[in-house]
């Protein structure tokens, strides 16, 4: 376990979800210095100021504006969510060409300054932008990586909870694929408790995780960030949240378990793509990528969702 006395976050991006990424994490206390990196300075400044008037409230925390990629030097993880903002309507895809443009120009003064840091990409199309930024950076794709569907597992997770009257920490099911529209639910290996979630019986009040209910909880999943985004503009506190739990894995050297977005490997005609499957997760990024039981469907599912991204790629001139 790393101590928070010197572990070092620097935060790319001082919006929406940047800015409650530094107040999430300054909350939880695990990252003793904290440093938003924004080309606006007088938002990062801003931000920085309302979340350190709070300081009262948490645990001990340096927390810096900068418009200078300089000052990620020695950082231990280097968080990147700036990009460009999804708008009501859009999909993450619409965001690819911006946001890539973005990278390309973002990422190399930071590993330069910062080689050693892990590189935790949260800006959307993620996937794309996850595989763009493995490239530009040159790095390890142990290094470099996405946040995936760690958001969609726990929205998954959290609609199972409603159903079956069970706490969302009993419940181990996962999302994989894309974190987008095509991404599918692992039903087949999902459980509560240690009984099969296709196999579990309702609890009296609950009804049974029928195919149709199980069908409407995963659209429910898939559309979750645009029912937020068309009534506010936009998903910050959930993600937010999920950044930081991916952070402290990583900081304690946790090795849990989580979907995050890299290079798949060893799975049947899937190549050349990030998208999530469940990896462990520990303090030099991931350790080891899982091979998950599939089922016939899941492995098709998971094939379609990765050569619409091979395509997606291919269309802005990276992968095969």
């Known amino acids: 376990m790393t101590s928070s006395s010197n572990y070092k976050v620097t935060i790319v991006g001082a919006g929406a979800v940047g800015a409650t990424?530094?107040?999430?994490?300054?909350?939880?206390?695990?990252?003793?210095?904290?440093?938003?990196?924004?080309?606006?300075?007088?938002?990062?400044?801003?931000?920085?100021?309302?979340?350190?008037?709070?300081?009262?409230?948490?645990?001990?925390?340096?927390?810096?504006?900068t418009g200078n990629s300089e000052d990620a030097a020695l950082s231990d993880v280097i968080v990147i969510t700036a990009g460009a903002r999804q708008k009501p309507g859009q999909t993450r895809i619409d965001l690819a060409g911006d946001t890539i443009e973005i990278m390309q120009s973002l990422l190399p003064p930071l590993v330069q300054v910062a080689p050693d840091a892990i590189y935790l990409v949260v800006a959307n199309p993620v996937d794309i932008v996850t595989y763009v930024c493995q490239e530009i950076s040159g790095l390890s794709h142990t290094q470099v990586f996405g946040s995936g569907t760690v958001l969609d597992s726990s929205r998954l997770r959290t609609l199972l909870a409603e159903r079956t009257g069970v706490n969302p920490k009993s419940i181990h099911a996962y999302i994989a694929g894309e974190h987008g529209d095509s991404e599918i639910p692992l039903w087949s290996s999902a459980t509560i408790g240690n009984i099969g979630l296709l196999d579990y019986k309702a609890i009296p009040g609950f009804e049974p995780l029928t195919a149709n209910?199980?069908?409407?909880?995963?659209?429910?999943?898939?559309?979750?960030?645009?029912?937020?985004?068309?009534?506010?503009?936009?998903?910050?506190y959930a993600i937010a949240l999920a950044c930081v739990d991916i952070i402290t894995c990583i900081a304690r050297d946790e090795?849990?378990?989580?979907?995050?977005?890299?290079?798949?490997?060893?799975?049947?005609?899937?190549?050349?793509?990030?998208?999530?499957?469940?990896?462990?997760?520990?303090?030099?990024?991931?350790?080891?990528?899982?091979?998950?039981?599939?089922?016939?469907?899941?492995?098709?599912?998971?094939?379609?969702s990765a050569a619409f991204l091979s395509e997606t790629l291919a269309n802005f001139g990276y992968g095969k």
Not at 34 to 44: G, P, Q, T, Y
Not at 46 to 59: K, N, R, T, V
Not at 258 to 274: A, D, I, Q
């Open 21 to 65: 990424t530094a107040f999430a994490l300054a909350s939880a206390g695990i990252a003793r210095e904290i440093v938003l990196l924004d080309v606006n300075l007088k938002r990062a400044q801003a931000e920085q100021l309302d979340i350190m008037h709070g300081s009262l409230f948490y645990p001990a925390a340096d927390i810096r504006a």
């Open 213 to 236: 209910v199980r069908n409407d909880i995963y659209k429910k999943v898939v559309d979750s960030a645009y029912r937020v985004i068309d009534g506010k503009g936009v998903t910050n």
């Open 255 to 304: 090795r849990r378990i989580m979907p995050l977005s890299t290079r798949v490997e060893n799975l049947e005609s899937v190549e050349c793509v990030c998208m999530s499957l469940p990896l462990v997760v520990g303090g030099t990024g991931i350790v080891s990528q899982l091979k998950p039981s599939l089922s016939t469907d899941e492995l098709v599912g998971l094939q379609s």
